[in-house]
């Protein structure tokens, strides 16, 4: 993982989503301030938001979905690694999850872009440090292994929460290690299958593509000589 830049809540969002699901909570309730609309009417769940069950609440979130597949550019914000949108899964994660933070269900600043199986991982477990909180440098990437490890020198409560991020997320799954791998190989000029190109890729596709390798790439010194150059 590395820090994502938090993106501006896009124009239309609060009437395409927010206000939406706010109507649908005050109804859900069986509040007389839930404002009229077309169709029938939800019948009242609970008498306080945060009592609703959570499999009642209407899923508007999905409609930020293109808005968030644009603002970061298809990047999952636990993986750093591009959301493949012909074969992989992007979803709308929660990071307070809905099933016990109601009130945030609708709301942009509660929302990251994930992928299916890094959302399903992360389920409603609250122990998951905030991509959009986090410092560079918290998660390394054993550029042997390509397993996700904690940093050298972190506290010891702060070593913690990275390894409890990192196991709850699976980020050392063989699929992920083997992507990094990839992105790593594809850049130096390694070729591991028939198809892959000749020519190594440009730093410019790696962070792109999976901007966590790049990052390591750079911090750790294994740039391509005319990289380094330029990124000095």
């Not at 007389?32 to 306080?48: I, N, Q, S, V």
């Not at 942009?108 to 199986?117: D, E, G, M, P, V």
């Not at 390591?216 to 380094?228: A, K, S």
Request: proline letters at 8%; hydrophobic letters at 40%.
């Amino acid at each position: 993982m590395i820090r994502v830049q938090r993106a501006a809540e896009p124009p239309d969002f609060d009437a395409k989503v927010r206000q939406k699901g706010k109507a649908a909570l005050a109804e859900l309730i069986g509040s007389a301030e839930a404002p009229t609309r077309r169709g029938p009417k939800r019948a009242k769940l609970a008498d306080r938001v945060e009592d609703i069950p959570s499999e009642a609440l209407p899923a508007f979130w999905t409609e930020a979905l293109p808005a968030l597949r644009a603002v970061y550019r298809n990047i999952c914000a636990y993986l750093g690694m591009y959301i493949e949108p012909a074969t992989g899964l992007a979803t709308v994660d929660h990071f307070k999850p809905k099933s016990n933070h109601k009130a945030l269900a609708y709301e942009w600043s509660n929302f990251r872009l994930a992928s299916h199986q890094i959302n399903t991982s992360k389920g409603n477990h609250e122990d998951v440090l905030d991509p959009f909180e986090i410092e560079d440098g918290w998660f390394v990437i054993d550029l042997g292994t390509f397993k996700v490890e904690p940093a050298e020198g972190l506290d010891a409560d702060l070593r913690a929460a990275v390894i409890a991020t990192r196991d709850r997320l699976g980020l050392n799954s063989p699929t992920f290690c083997a992507s990094r791998a990839r992105y790593h190989d594809l850049y130096h000029g390694l070729k591991t299958d028939p198809d892959d190109p000749d020519e190594p890729l440009p730093l410019a596709w790696v962070r792109r593509e999976c901007p966590f390798v790049a990052h390591e790439l750079h911090r750790q010194g294994r740039l391509r000589p005319v990289d380094r150059e330029l990124t000095r």
